[in-house]
């Protein structure tokens, strides 16, 4: 298995990143996909879920309303559009297929 993420960056606040997760070694769509993240000193939360063909998706409090996960299975992809972007967003952003982790992608929100 193997999971690929891109897509961060230094934004300023109130700005947007979509980052992308492409995956590997597994049948895609059999299977729910999640971002986690990791804050500097805090734990890793789950941020937000989908279910295997995006019926059903669920997000952490924090971010609801300015995150959004989607997935392509065509594409072995699966997304997280982050908009009204806020300093407290910042961490290292993590794709995840139980139990496999991505490496995970910096995203710094910073005036």
């Known amino acids: 298995v193997r999971l690929v993420e891109s897509g961060g960056g230094l934004v300023q606040p109130g700005g947007s990143l979509r980052l992308s997760c492409v995956a590997s070694?597994?049948?895609?769509?059999?299977?729910?996909m999640s971002w986690y993240r990791q804050a500097p000193g805090k734990e890793r939360e789950l941020v937000a879920f989908i279910s295997s063909f995006g019926g059903a998706t669920n997000y952490a409090d924090s971010v609801k309303g300015r995150f959004t996960i989607s997935r392509d299975n065509a594409k072995n992809t699966v997304y997280l559009q982050m908009n009204s972007l806020k300093p407290e967003d910042t961490a290292v952003y993590y794709c995840?297929?139980?139990?496999?982790w991505g490496q995970g992608t910096q995203v710094t929100v910073s005036s």
């Open positions: 995840n297929k139980r139990p496999y």
């Open positions: 070694g597994f049948t895609f769509s059999n299977y729910g």
